[in-house]
């Protein structure tokens, strides 16, 4: 596998939210409530784009970097440090899958183009007190 996109968002992670259906009098509809997260996420990643949209079997990487909640530090005299006990693993909200499928999204028709080309997926949720997302797409040879 040949690594071909790296990249670092900084910022929170954000998850995939689910469509919202609406019916007004004869009118229905539905819209994405991420849609705005989205399109900020891909303006950010829009300068590093490839000039061609990938369209071959790939394998893309992501670690999500969540904040830490105050719970996992201590204060004394010395300053703020993090507890001994405080957990490396994210286990709670968002769910990984629609953290995923937000990326898978946000990047699809501008780095690659169709998602349906993503054969292999590597995620995790780590906590960090720089949060962000990485995201590593690489070829499947």
Known sequence: MNALIYREVLGEPKAQA?????????FSGSYDPSKTNKNTFASVLHEGAPKELLD??????????MPRPKNHFKINKQGTFLKDNAPEWHTGRPDIDNLIK???????GLYYRDDAKICQIIARKLYSDKPRTVIMISDIL
């Open 56 to 65: 071959c079997a790939m394998s893309m990487d992501l670690t999500f970097y």
């Open 102 to 108: 937000f990326v898978q999204d946000a990047l699809n």
């Open 18 to 26: 689910r469509h919202r259906h609406f019916k007004r009098g004869d």
